[in-house]
């Protein structure tokens, strides 16, 4: 069983910075690829940035490339979602997800394990 746990989420002001974890139990994890997803109030789930199983690769949605970067540290089984000059627009419960197939594809059906959420609050 994987279980996946996000934090880092928190108010900051537009042009700030934000650092998620997510954090997972289970021995598979490292076989796993990783996705990060947001959903505001009243909208869907949103694809934001996934990495390969090995880390080699990572994906991005057009609106936060040169601003987010999502990594892994394989020894602590932790992927991370750097974001940095965010917007109010960024404001949304941010999700990991992780996937055996899924290799930076976009749609929250491709992933099997999710966490819990954390929230990302970006005041203008």
């Known amino acids: 069983q994987i279980q996946l746990v996000e934090s880092g989420g928190g108010l900051v002001q537009a042009g700030g910075s934000l650092r998620l974890s997510c954090a997972a139990s289970g021995r598979m994890f490292s076989l796993l690829s990783v996705g990060w997803f947001r959903q505001a109030p009243g909208k869907e789930r949103d694809f934001v940035a996934a990495i390969s199983e090995t880390g080699q690769r990572q994906y991005y949605t057009n609106s936060v490339k040169g601003r987010f970067t999502i990594s892994r540290d394989t020894a602590k089984d932790t992927v991370y979602l750097q974001m940095n000059s965010l917007k109010p627009e960024d404001t949304a419960n941010y999700y990991c997800?992780?996937?055996?197939?899924?290799?930076?594809?976009?749609?929250?059906?491709?992933?099997?394990?999710w966490g819990q959420g954390t929230q990302v609050t970006v005041s203008s």
């Open positions: 997800a992780g996937s055996w197939t899924a290799q930076g594809d976009p749609s929250p059906d491709r992933y099997a394990y």
